[in-house]
């Protein structure tokens, strides 16, 4: 038997799968930014509750959702390396420092250059803006030192 003639079966519970058919299932980068709006949404109202905890716990959110989505593209991963750096360090900055001011320009800056690049990608329709509301099943204030 060939290394070529070898098939790796797996079980996800429901079905026996090769390693190929499995590779399939997984998501790419339209399911996993789509996955990252409601987590901007979020990053953005608790920065602006000034939940500094919790917006740190977004940040971090946004930011891995990011490296797999480089690691899932790797057209993508020089960009979007450069993009964590360069865009989001500035928001994580301005979180650790618990400035307002510098979360409101980092965050608007970050939003900006990440509709440049749908723009450079030839995405000129995917441009994101963060919802004018609050999201409604998250309690903003939750664990905010009064």
Known sequence: M????HTHIVNNGKRDLTVDELAATQPGLDRLMAELGPRMHRLYYAGAEGNWGLAGYFYKSVAKQL?????????????????LLEDCEPV????????????????????AR?????????????????????????????????
């Open 67 to 83: 490296s797999l989505c480089a690691f899932v593209r790797p057209k993508y991963e020089a960009p979007i390396s450069a993009y």
């Open 92 to 111: 994580r900055l301005a979180i650790k420092a618990r400035d307002a001011a510098a979360f409101e320009r980092s965050y608007a800056s970050m939003v």
């Open 2 to 5: 060939s290394e070529t003639d």
């Open 114 to 146: 990440a509709n440049f690049y749908h723009d450079e990608w030839g995405k000129p329709y995917l441009h994101w803006v963060c919802p004018p509301t609050p999201p409604a099943d998250l309690d903003l204030r939750a664990g905010i030192d009064d």
